[in-house]
């Protein structure tokens, strides 16, 4: 299907385990955009890509990692998962200024 | 320190009615403001947009009005239906790249 797609949907894990959430988009847009979303907080940028292997750091980069090797794909890495990084996550991607998302993934840290 | 508000967390409306949702923003080196829509379980979808160089914007029945001396944006929805019944945020971009600074939503509730 034609779109921006997140996996998984829903995570649970463990305190200092290793997460990694996948987005994927098929229209060939430049940027891709990583997003969490706190209750109070709305939409808080993590990090994102202007291109495949160009990523800069957003508003909350702390405690993730990202890469980009291909244009399509832009996972988000937790390399030791928190507590306080408990949160519904969302994807994006833009040519220009409006950005389309993915329908998020949930996860929980134990 | 936040440069895009949306100071109500939650707004209720009878249906028929107009719904006025605002945002406020403190960087004056944004040129450009989204309306997005939220349901649960969903992510943000577009909604409508607006350059700093119009004051309004209209599609269908949603209209953004920009207010660049105020710095201070609304949407309102005329008229409003149950199925408008979701969390709206405001974002604006400023005049480099393609990030976005969003708002923290307005829950907005629509009464049959």
């Known amino acids: 299907d034609a779109g921006i797609t997140q996996s998984p949907r829903y995570k649970i894990t463990e305190t200092g385990r290793q997460v990694t959430l996948m987005c994927h988009q098929t229209?060939?847009?430049?940027?891709m955009f990583w997003y969490r979303q706190d209750l109070g907080h709305g939409l808080r940028l993590i990090y994102y890509s202007a291109a495949a292997d160009i990523t800069d750091k957003g508003e909350v980069p702390d405690g993730y990692v990202v890469s980009r090797s291909k244009t399509e794909n832009f996972p988000l890495t937790l390399e030791s998962a928190t507590r306080s990084q408990t949160s519904v996550y969302f994807c994006?991607?833009?040519?220009?200024?409006?950005?389309?998302f993915g329908p998020g993934t949930r996860l929980l840290v134990l | 320190d936040q440069q895009v508000k949306q100071n109500s967390p939650s707004l209720s409306v009878q249906e028929g009615r107009i719904s006025i949702l605002n945002c406020d923003y403190t960087?004056?080196?944004?040129?450009?403001f989204l309306w997005y829509k939220k349901y649960p379980a969903e992510g943000p979808t577009f909604l409508i947009s607006?350059?700093?160089?119009?004051d309004k914007n209209e599609d269908g029945r949603f209209t953004v009005f920009l207010n660049k001396s105020a710095k201070h944006l609304s949407l309102h929805i005329v008229p409003s239906q149950p199925g408008d019944s979701a969390v709206y945020f405001c974002a604006a971009r400023r005049n480099a790249g393609n990030m976005l600074t969003f708002g923290g939503g307005t829950r907005l509730m629509v009464k049959p």
């Open positions: 960087n004056s080196m944004f040129d450009y």
């Open positions: 994006a991607s833009s040519e220009l200024e409006t950005q389309y």
């Open positions: 229209w060939s847009h430049s940027y």
């Open positions: 607006i350059s700093s160089i119009k």
